[in-house]
């Protein structure tokens, strides 16, 4: 698929910005009753606070730019015609599959932008609840009532977003492994509409 520069750039930095935020996590100690958190903990909270405003940013250009990846082919479960398209790119995935091939990325994937639709909306729910968390807390950092419940629930989208990372950073080296040239296009930020191996620019889906 093609990708406008400003796209590719908010991918960039979101993509960099949460791996760091991931890591961050599991070395950072958290604030308790009569127990600060430390610098990692501080660098957590601040960059968090910058990636929720990316990912706001992020929204906000799905919705005003023009281009082939809408807000529909992210949130399609809501239509059934694109739930329809889904499963049939789920079947065309696997068919794929079978010959130990992956189709190509000169059109969008309904399957592949919907699951990316997902993992934009669990990384701005961390954002939110981290949000919450930071100026929910107590001073001495003891977590009562509906912050305790924000904390679990902080936890478990960040396990989830551990498993999309994972899922997406293996497709996109499967693809470029294939031959698709995924990987590369997407980090030429430099150029005005920079294009995978073997595609060409098409309009609105």
Same mark, same amino acid.
């Given at each position: 698929m093609i990708y406008d520069r400003f796209t590719r750039l908010l991918h960039l930095l979101l993509a960099t910005g949460i791996v760091a935020e991931l890591l961050l996590s599991l070395v950072m100690v958290h604030p308790k009753p009569g127990r600060l958190g430390d610098t990692f903990y501080a660098l957590h909270a601040t960059?968090?606070?910058?990636?929720?405003?990316?990912?706001?940013? !992020?929204?906000?250009?799905?919705?005003?730019?023009?281009?082939?990846? +809408?807000?529909?082919?992210?949130?399609?479960?809501? +239509?059934?015609?694109?739930?329809?398209?889904i499963y049939a790119d789920i079947k065309r995935y696997m068919a !794929?599959?079978?010959q130990f091939r992956l189709p190509d990325n000169t059109q969008a994937s309904p399957l592949a932008s919907?699951?990316?639709?997902?993992? *934009?909306?669990? $990384?701005? *729910?961390?954002?939110?609840?981290?949000?919450? /968390?930071?100026?929910? @807390?107590?001073?001495?950092?003891?977590m009562v009532g509906w912050v305790h419940a924000v904390?679990?629930? !902080?936890?478990? /989208?960040?396990?989830?977003?551990?498993?999309?990372? @994972?899922?997406?950073?293996? @497709? $996109?080296?499967?693809?470029?492994? $294939?031959?698709?040239? +995924? @990987?590369? $296009?997407m980090v030429r930020v430099w150029e005005k509409m920079a294009q995978p191996n073997n595609i060409t620019v098409r309009g609105r889906e």
């Open positions: 960059w968090g606070q910058v990636l929720l405003g990316l990912l706001v940013v !992020h929204w906000i250009w799905c919705i005003v730019r023009s281009g082939n990846l +809408s807000v529909g082919l992210l949130f399609p479960w809501f +239509s059934w015609n694109r739930c329809q398209a !794929h599959a079978i919907a699951v990316q639709g997902l993992g *934009l909306f669990v $990384a701005t *729910l961390l954002g939110v609840s981290g949000i919450a /968390l930071l100026f929910g @807390m107590e001073a001495d950092g003891e904390k679990e629930g !902080h936890e478990v /989208l960040g396990l989830l977003l551990w498993g999309y990372l @994972m899922v997406h950073a293996t @497709m $996109a080296v499967l693809h470029q492994w $294939a031959g698709h040239g +995924s @990987m590369g $296009a």
